[in-house]
């Protein structure tokens, strides 16, 4: 059985600080995609990761994957509120994560 | 509109009633995805299709059922509606198999009672 697990799954943090969410998984992939949910709302991509070693940035997000060790970070530089939100990471395009729940706080 | 949608967008129905779930997208994406999200499961794949007339069970596919005539339709259908069927559904699609993302739709929340 495929499973992908993420942590924290839990995750509250105040405005400025740093933080890494990481995703374990139990298969083989070279790739790898993290998703973003806002409260009520549906999912968007955040990050496509093709290749081991892959790393890619947008704002304050950074993704990374190590295919070798099957794990991939988001790591979160100087939080912001509006970066509040449910992350996963999903890998083999359909298996996700069960979410971290990000909560920045003034 | 362009884009993916589905509907209804809320559904309130009884134990034992046939219910579809409608989702329709613009792109002319080749893949289709149907997932159910329940707190502490994350996103779970019920079906999905490579194109049309091909469909694929996913992880809980038990209970539903789904077609594909047409690329950009793709509905889920609940054959005789369980409580354990209450949940938050999403369909998603993309162009191509895994150098894509996903692109989801905006949800059907469906109760049953």
């Known amino acids: 059985e495929l499973k992908v697990e993420q942590n924290p799954l839990f995750l509250s943090m105040q405005e400025g600080k740093n933080y890494t969410i990481y995703c374990n998984y139990s298969t083989t992939s070279d790739r790898l995609y993290w998703y973003r949910q806002d409260p009520g709302k549906s999912l968007e991509s955040l990050f496509v990761l093709l290749s081991n070693g892959a790393v890619k940035q947008e704002g304050r997000l950074m993704a990374s994957l190590d295919t070798k060790a099957r794990l991939s970070t988001l790591h979160i530089t100087a939080a912001v509120h509006d970066l509040s939100a449910t992350y996963f990471c999903?890998?083999?395009?359909?298996?996700f994560g069960t979410g971290t729940s990000l909560t920045v706080i003034p | 509109d362009a884009g993916i949608t589905q509907s209804p967008r809320y559904k309130i129905t009884e134990t034992g009633r046939q219910v579809t779930l409608m989702c329709h997208q613009t792109w002319s994406h080749s893949y289709m995805f149907w997932y159910r999200q329940d707190l502490g499961h994350g996103l779970r794949l019920i079906y999905y299709s490579a194109a049309a007339d091909i469909t694929d069970k996913g992880e809980v596919p038990d209970g539903y059922v789904v077609s594909r005539s047409k690329t950009e339709n793709f509905p889920l259908t609940l054959e005789s509606a369980t409580r354990s069927q209450t949940s938050v559904y999403f369909c998603?699609?993309?162009?191509?198999?895994?150098?894509?993302?996903?692109?989801f739709g905006p949800g059907t929340r469906l109760t049953v009672l």
């Open positions: 999903a890998v083999v395009q359909f298996y």
């Open positions: 998603a699609s993309n162009f191509g198999w895994s150098y894509n993302e996903q692109f």
